[in-house]
Antibody, heavy 120, light 109 residues
Framework: EVQLVESGGDLVQPGGSLRLSCAASGFSFSSYAMNWVRQAPGKGLEWVSGISGTGGTTYYADSVKGRFSISRDNSKNTLYLQMNSLRAEDTAVYYCAKGVPAFLHYFDYWGQGTLVTVSS | EIVLTQSPGTLSLSPGERATLSCRASQSVSSSYLAWYQQKPGQAPRLLIY???SRATGIPDRFSGSGSGTDFTLTISGLEPEDFAVYYCQQYGSSPPLTFGGGTKVEIK
């Protein structure tokens, strides 16, 4: 059974930093692209970033480019999102989403999400 | 960037009725690379349809997807109580970025 468990969400001040983690199990982690998707309170879904199975290719939404960094540790089956220079508009539930073998396609499994609140 | 517009914003229907949800793209979605997701309150999204018309594993056959180019449709042939939720379309034909529509809420009339 595929499981994705996010952690690391917290209340942080504007300009601060936070690192999210996503522990994966139930599939061959290194064979699949992984993504972060966020959802602001009461709003729709927004793709944030994606990383290839090897970790060698990454992409970001323009809204986070230069501030967020996605990475993975295939030996630990874990995905990360380093978030710097956080803004109020980054407040959202952040979901870890498993991709399919083709990079930047759709998401077949999602974690339950972790809440990031940016506020003073 | 491809912008997806979903309509209507809210659909009020009774159990057993047919639901027709629309997703329109600002430019053609190549290879019909369009997916649909269902999200219930407090839950993560769940994949329903990929490739515009292929059902994901375990999805009941009352859910069907169709369309190509710029116009796509999700149809629920007979609403069950558990189908009342928000539905999102997502394109992956022109990425990055991957983009989602704004969602359609299907509520009980």
């Amino acid at each position: 059974e595929v499981q994705l468990v996010e952690s690391g969400g917290d209340l942080v001040q504007p300009g601060g930093s936070l690192r999210l983690s996503c522990a994966a199990s139930g599939f061959s982690f290194s064979s699949y692209a992984m993504n972060w998707v966020r959802q602001a309170p009461g709003k729709g879904l927004e793709w944030v970033s994606g990383i290839s199975g090897t970790g060698g290719t990454t992409y970001y939404a323009d809204s986070v480019k230069g501030r967020f960094s996605i990475s993975r540790d295939n030996s630990k089956n874990t995905l990360y999102l380093q978030m710097n220079s956080l803004r109020a508009e980054d407040t959202a539930v952040y979901y870890c989403a498993k991709g399919v073998p083709a990079f930047l396609h759709y998401f077949d499994y999602w974690g339950q999400g972790t809440l990031v609140t940016v506020s003073s | 960037e491809i912008v997806l517009t979903q309509s209507p914003g809210t659909l009020s229907l009774s159990p057993g009725e047919r639901a027709t949800l629309s997703c329109r793209a600002s430019q053609s979605v190549s290879s019909s690379y369009l997916a649909w997701y269902q999200q219930k309150p407090g839950q993560a999204p769940r994949l329903l349809i990929y490739g515009a018309s292929s059902r994901a594993t375990g999805i009941p056959d009352r859910f069907s997807g169709s369309g190509s180019g710029t116009d796509f449709t999700l149809t629920i042939s007979g609403l069950e109580p558990e189908d009342f939720a928000v539905y999102y379309c997502q394109q992956y034909g022109s990425s990055p970025p991957l983009t989602f529509g704004g969602g359609t809420k299907v509520e009980i009339k």
